[in-house]
């Protein structure tokens, strides 16, 4: 049964840093490529941040990008998001997803077929 369970989340202030992680069981951790996405209230699902399953290439949405940095350690069967200079409008929920096959799009909540139950991140101006 494949999991994934993330942890990290909290309140910050804005200026503030956070590292979120996805631990991933039930199945071939470093065989797939993973995702970051985030849902604000009343807003849909967006693309956060991706990686390759070696991690040698990393995607980013625009809004995050220089700010939030994606990782893996495939020893650990997780990944991670280290987020820093937060921002009031990155406050959301987020999810860590497994990328669905490798020609599905990195930046697409459909390219995506596992998904974790999701981390609230709040961030206080």
């Known amino acids: 049964q494949v999991q994934l369970v993330e942890s990290g989340g909290g309140l910050v202030q804005a200026g503030g840093s956070l590292r979120l992680s996805c631990a991933v069981s039930?199945?071939?951790?470093?065989?797939?490529?993973m995702g970051w996405f985030r849902q604000a209230p009343g807003k849909e699902r967006e693309f956060v941040a991706a990686l390759n399953w070696s991690g040698a290439s990393t995607y980013y949405a625009n809004s995050v990008k220089g700010r939030f940095t994606i990782s893996r350690d495939n020893a650990k069967n997780t990944h991670y998001l280290q987020m820093n200079s937060l921002k009031p409008e990155d406050t959301a929920v987020y999810y860590c997803a497994r990328k669905s096959y490798r020609g599905s799009d990195y930046y697409k909540v459909d390219g995506y077929d596992y998904w974790g139950q999701g981390t609230q991140v709040t961030v206080s101006s």
């Open positions: 039930g199945l071939t951790f470093s065989s797939y490529d």
